[in-house]
């Protein structure tokens, strides 16, 4: 079964860091570019960023929102994803999901894993 | 506010057709293929038609959707109880280069 499991959410403090990871099973990890997903609580989906394959050079792409403060990484060895999260403010409280792209940049998201909860709040 | 519009509530009754739109700018939607998830309560998104208009396996075909110019359109027809969640547009932006989504339809089954 293609799986995609979040871990490492909790509360933090604003100025705080967090590392999320993604655990991937059922495919051949190393073949995919992967994107984080959040959705603040009673919001809407927010992209967050990609990270590419080994082909494409791990090439890592953000959304401005984010843009120096958070690194998206990956360990093909672990079929494992991770998002490092830096100077945390309290809009980032969200539910963060970690996603498979299906295709090449322009390809859907599928699967998405379950989502880890991440709240910023002193 | 989102960079793709849609209707923020959506409702029908059973068996019944339900279209939602998504509106966008020729950066996102009318550069790009849309891709449509389905939220139910509670849950992660899942994916529901991709590529503007191709269903995944296991989607039921009363599930459709298609594309014109900067909008695009889910239909969903002979609703059902179960269909109740949250649907979101999403297409990449050339402009924003990253992935931008709808706010997202609440549809209620009455």
């Known amino acids: 079964e293609v799986q995609l499991v979040e871990s490492g959410g909790g509360l933090v403090q604003p100025g705080g860091s967090l590392r999320l990871s993604c655990a991937a099973s059922g495919f051949t990890f190393s073949d995919h570019y992967f994107d984080w997903v959040r959705q603040a609580p009673g919001k809407g989906l927010e992209w967050v960023g990609r990270i590419r394959n080994k082909a494409n050079s791990y090439i890592t792409e953000y959304a401005a929102s984010v843009k120096g403060r958070f690194t998206i990484s990956r360990d093909d060895s672990k079929n494992s994803l991770y998002l490092q999260m830096n100077s945390l403010k309290t809009e980032d409280t969200a539910v963060y999901y970690c996603?498979?792209?299906?295709?090449?940049?322009?390809?859907?998201?599928?699967?998405w894993g379950q989502g880890t909860l991440v709240i910023v709040s002193s | 506010q989102s960079v793709l519009t849609q209707p923020p509530p959506a409702s029908g009754t059973p068996g019944q057709k339900v279209t939602i739109s998504c509106s966008g700018s020729?950066?996102?939607?009318?550069?790009?293929?849309v891709h449509w998830y389905q939220q139910l309560p509670g849950t992660a998104p899942k994916l529901l038609i991709y590529s503007n208009n191709q269903r995944p396996s296991g989607v039921p075909d009363r599930f459709s959707g298609s594309k014109s110019g900067t909008s695009a359109s889910l239909a969903i027809s002979g609703l059902q109880s179960e269909d109740e969640a949250d649907y979101y547009c999403a297409a990449w932006d050339d402009s924003l280069n990253g992935w931008v989504f709808g706010g997202g339809t609440k549809l209620t089954v009455l």
């Open positions: 020729n950066s996102n939607i009318g550069s790009n293929s």
């Open positions: 996603a498979r792209v299906i295709g090449t940049g322009r390809g859907w998201f599928d699967p």
